[in-house]
């Protein structure tokens, strides 16, 4: 089936603890993106991916860092935690990017104490 | 810089009403425009897109028409089903980056 796994689906963590959100898809997509989701706010984008080894930011890219090393896997790695990071964050993928449709992940609900 | 701009809801209708949810966007070049619905605890899905100007995009009876005179891409159908409540964002593309807007939550009753 085709899809994009991320992982975990809830995580309670504390400010400044190191966390990584993973993310994963399996229908061989060139483009990945994190974004989150607040109230009042939508979707906003953090980073996106167009290859293995390229990445750049999106619109709210501070405090969060990626990486692809491979095609199928681009984490989600917060450094130093703090509460204005709790938020429900998706990781998505397509064929090629902005022409294409997203596939979403079923989410992950952060909340930095 | 890019924006889309969505009608506040909450919605609320009866089952077979008339649906409309307004969608504006700011864009500089030529964007494709997105619709995409959320359903409780699940990620979004995309409903239906346009990637240029005067296309229309429909799916499931939903349909938007991407207005470049307007920069407008409404989402309407013309008769809801209870199976449609769920939350609605519109989405546009410029380059590789994407700008959603805030969603419209619909709840439609029996």
């Known amino acids: 089936e085709a899809q994009v796994t991320q992982n975990p689906r809830y995580l309670i963590t504390v400010t400044g603890k190191k966390l990584t959100v993973t993310c994963s898809q399996n229908?061989?997509?060139?483009?990945m993106s994190w974004y989150r989701q607040d109230p009042g706010l939508g979707l906003r984008q953090i980073y996106y991916?167009?290859?293995?080894?390229?990445?750049d930011k999106g619109d709210v890219p501070e405090g969060y860092k990626v990486s692809r090393k491979e095609k199928r896997n681009f984490p989600l790695i917060l450094e130093s935690p703090s509460p204005n990071q709790t938020s429900l964050y998706f990781c998505?993928?397509?064929?090629?990017?902005?022409?294409?449709?997203?596939?979403f992940g079923s989410g992950t609900q952060l909340s930095v104490l | 810089g890019n924006s889309v701009t969505q009608m506040e809801g909450p919605v609320t209708l009866s089952e077979e009403a008339f649906l409309t949810i307004n969608c504006t966007y700011t864009a500089t070049g030529y964007p494709s425009l997105f619709w995409y619905v959320q359903y409780p605890g699940e990620g979004l899905q995309l409903l239906l897109k346009a990637t240029k100007a005067d296309d229309k995009g429909s799916n499931k009876g939903f349909e938007a028409t991407y207005r470049k005179e307007t920069t407008s891409f409404h989402l309407e159908k013309g008769s809801v089903q209870v199976s449609d409540s769920a939350v609605y964002f519109c989405a546009l593309s410029a380059g590789n980056q994407f700008y959603f807007g805030t969603g419209t939550s619909l709840t439609v009753i029996p």
């Open positions: 998505a993928s397509s064929r090629l990017g902005g022409l294409e449709k997203l596939f």
């Open positions: 229908m061989n997509h060139e483009y």
């Open positions: 991916s167009m290859n293995v080894e390229v990445t």
